[in-house]
């Protein structure tokens, strides 16, 4: 369990940092360039890519014995973290609380986020079922 725990951290701050290093070009060049939505639109898509490489990255350093759970833990507990980290720092950056963090978000970028952490949660239980051949039943590849 502390290896899946060390795994989860792992993914977390590999994403979170990309994100963070992220965030600065898109507030301070792209916003003004294109506005909010739009910004964070076109982060997007680098966010996911980021996801799926972390993803492969920590599934084939867990090794050919990883289960469907195991990739559910980290992706669970990767979660948690991004949620916990992101919320404190974007809450004390921009001075605000949930509730108004949460009405300041656009529409339309605010679902993709939402999609996008969802991914983040399912994708090393999905990188391990494609790396191991498309099975979920057994952490053997094929």
């Known amino acids: 369990m502390i290896r899946l725990l060390k795994f989860s951290a792992i993914y977390f701050a590999l994403v979170f940092g990309a994100g ?15 506005g909010e939505r739009l910004a964070e639109l076109i982060e997007a898509p680098i966010m996911l890519a980021v996801v799926v490489f972390a993803a492969r990255w920590i599934v084939r350093r867990l090794g050919p014995d990883t289960t469907p759970s195991d990739g559910v833990i980290v992706g669970s507990v990767a979660l948690g973290l991004l949620l916990s980290c992101e ?10 609380n949930i509730a108004e963090y949460v009405a300041s978000r656009d529409p339309v970028a605010g679902a993709v986020y939402l999609v996008l952490l969802a991914l983040f949660a399912v994708m090393p239980l999905v990188v391990a079922h494609v790396l191991r051949g498309g099975s979920l039943s057994s952490g053997k590849t094929r």
């Open 20 to 34: 963070f290093a992220l965030g600065p070009i898109r507030v301070l060049w792209l916003v003004p360039r294109v």
């Open 87 to 96: 919320s404190g720092v974007v809450l004390w950056l921009r001075g605000l």
